[in-house]
């Protein structure tokens, strides 16, 4: 089946700098990517999502790339704030199949 | 708030009790996820439906199961249940139950512990 890793497991930022969270996917026919955040205690909840067909999206601060050709595809978020502090996760679905692969995810702290 | 409730929020109980959990999803939506998150695993799918049939299974045990009534709440029931069974369970629904098509949203989820 799929195996999602994804890096860095904790980031620290300060407040206005960029933050970069990668994934990595095995199965070369995964064809739609997901990304979660989840805040303390609360349910996760989708920010950005990609689909094998694009290489970039992007939705205000928050944009996903994709790189098919290595198997990866990050989330980058700009202009970082402290509300963007959470922890997010990423996710893989194979073309074909029925199931949602998660990533470890990525406790970021966003520093005032 | 996503529009897809979850009861109970916490439920206590001890090994080898049984337990059932409930979700409403989405208002027009026809399918339900259900998604254990522990500290050990992560987050894993458990079990798909789409109007009420099983679409979909993924890492459930077998002393876990899952259905989903006519009108379309889903259930998951776990029994003979381990203190490795201590998680937050997620529901989530989406509209046609596409995997890749179709947006998911989750519910606040139910916290279990198992003493």
């Known amino acids: 089946g799929e195996n999602v890793e994804q890096h860095p497991s904790t980031l620290s930022v300060q407040e206005g700098d960029s933050a970069v969270i990668k994934c990595t996917y095995s199965?070369?026919?995964?064809?739609?990517f997901p990304w979660y955040k989840q805040e303390l205690g609360k349910r996760p909840q989708l920010i950005i999502d990609i689909r094998s067909n694009v290489g970039e999206k992007k939705d205000q601060r928050i944009a996903v790339t994709l790189n098919k050709t290595a198997k990866h595809f990050s989330l980058h978020i700009t202009e970082t704030q402290p509300e963007d502090s959470a922890v997010y996760f990423c996710a893989a679905i194979p073309r074909g199949a029925n199931n949602l692969f998660f990533g470890t995810g990525t406790r970021l702290t966003v520093i005032p | 708030d996503s529009g897809v409730t979850q009861t109970p929020k916490h439920l206590i109980t001890a090994t080898g009790q049984r337990v059932t959990l409930r979700c409403s999803p989405r208002?027009?939506?026809?399918?339900v996820y259900w998604y254990q998150q522990s500290l050990d695993q992560g987050l894993q799918f458990l079990i798909q439906y789409y109007n009420g049939e099983e679409r979909a299974k993924g890492n459930i045990l077998e002393r876990f199961s899952a259905q989903q009534f006519p009108d379309l709440h889903s259930e998951l029931n776990l029994s003979s249940l381990e203190l490795g069974d201590s998680a937050l369970y997620f529901c989530a629904s989406s509209v046609q139950g596409g995997w890749g098509t179709d947006t998911q949203y989750f519910g606040p989820g139910t916290r279990l512990t198992v003493l």
């Open positions: 199965d070369s026919a995964s064809n739609y």
């Open positions: 208002s027009g939506d026809l399918s």
